[in-house]
């Protein structure tokens, strides 16, 4: 069964965050309270409103069922030699990179929270599209556990992570930080993350934060990602979900069309929170979980915002793009509606980023079976005391 998640009623400020190159404050400190267990209501992604097109990506049944072999010819959405040379760029200013890891880390840290509701250790695990290693440095932060004030650090629970990214620099970054004494790493660079080239039964779990929003081909990495895993492992993972920045695809679609008299793809199409459970089916994994989170971060104005984007490494890399820069005046006209249409009263502007978490298990003898059908004992009737069911 697919779980479908959101908090219930309004965001509480604790999810609204300030980037940290903006002198805002740390977003460990502010966002400490939401990773809080808080109620849930059901959850239904519907799309944003003013979308003219670039809509989020949609799987349908018969292209999962085409992509699971790897090696088949596959819709090229994203120019992977593009976004590996954003990457790469990005990590080369270091200073300015790590700045802007606000968000992997904080990602990072709620995704590796997920391990505390599996009590067992992991002898070899996998951190596939790693980025600097976000998730390996959020394994070494001091009581991860809300419930537990004096808990050891996420680390204690595995013995080896190998951590895996096509980009060297940015997956090197961070190689003489201190928490790599604190975790037995090792650092593979990939040539394409969109083929693995490990053996089978690898890995006891499998970890990708903030990645796989650029593949291509995703219903036959999560093929390949159940194929390195052990029997009965887990694989979790985080991910854009399909309305992430919805104010600034609507307010340049409006631009464009004000300025230009058309709209041109300026934010890269995103895999649709509806599509995760099947893809995770088709895969071959089985007790699915599927929740999503949000998290708004408060910028000065949209200058701030697409200059964060940009050092992340988080460009545009569609294929068919409209090649240059964007122009002044959509830039100045896309100010213009951001704020008319969302700006916040304090002069900011909220730019929302929909995390899709997901983890999947691996088939294996030992996991819980459903019983056959028509083999239950009890009859409800008899449970409703012989009443009618309406």
């Not at 965050?17 to 309270?33: E, R, Y």
């Not at 969109?194 to 779990?205: G, I, M, S, V, Y």
């Not at 390195?228 to 695809?249: C, H, N, Q």
């Not at 999503?292 to 050092?311: C, G, N, R």
């Amino acid at each position: 069964m697919v779980e479908l998640i959101k908090p219930a009623g309004n965001y509480p400020s604790d999810n609204h965050v300030q980037p940290l190159t903006k002198a805002g404050p740390n977003i460990q400190d502010i966002a400490s309270a939401s990773r809080s267990k808080t109620k849930f209501e059901d959850y239904r992604c519907l799309p944003p409103p003013g979308m003219v097109d670039d809509q989020p990506r949609s799987f349908g049944l018969d292209n999962i069922v085409k992509g699971l072999s790897p090696g088949q010819p596959t819709l090229q959405v994203f120019n992977r030699h593009t976004k590996w040379m954003q990457r790469e760029r990005a990590a080369k200013d270091v200073e300015t990179s790590r700045q802007v890891d606000y968000l992997k880390d904080e990602v990072a840290m709620r995704l590796s929270e997920r391990l505390l509701d599996i009590n067992r250790h992991f002898d070899h695990v996998l951190d596939l599209g790693a980025n600097a290693c976000n998730i390996a440095r959020a394994l070494t932060v001091p009581n991860p556990d809300p419930s537990n004030p004096e808990s050891p650090p996420l680390s204690t629970r595995l013995t080896k992570l190998t951590a895996a990214d096509s980009s060297r620099t940015m997956l090197y970054r961070d190689a003489d930080l201190p928490f790599n004494q604190e975790v037995d790493i090792t650092r593979e660079v990939l040539d394409d993350e969109e083929r693995l080239p490990w053996k089978a039964e690898t890995f006891d779990a499998v970890l990708s934060s903030l990645s796989m929003h650029w593949i291509n081909d995703l219903p036959s990495l999560l093929a390949q990602i159940n194929h390195v895993l052990k029997p009965d492992s887990p694989f979790i993972a985080a991910i854009f979900g399909g309305d992430t920045l919805y104010e600034l695809r609507s307010s340049l679609q409006l631009a464009d069309q004000e300025r230009r008299g058309g709209v041109s793809p300026h934010i890269s199409p995103l895999a649709d929170v509806r599509d995760m459970g099947g893809l995770l089916q088709k895969a071959g994994f089985k007790m699915l979980t599927v929740d999503v989170d949000e998290i708004i971060v408060d910028y000065p104005d949209t200058f701030a915002l697409m200059q964060d984007l940009q050092a992340m490494g988080e460009s545009n890399a569609v294929v068919g793009r409209e090649m240059g820069a964007i122009g002044r005046d959509v830039l100045l006209a896309n100010e213009g509606i951001y704020r008319e249409l969302n700006g916040n009263e304090d002069g900011t502007i909220p730019a929302t980023f929909k995390m899709i978490y997901m983890i999947g298990w691996k088939e294996g003898e030992n996991q819980p079976q459903p019983l056959s059908r028509g083999s239950g004992q009890i009859n409800i009737k008899d449970i409703l005391g012989g009443g009618e069911i309406k």
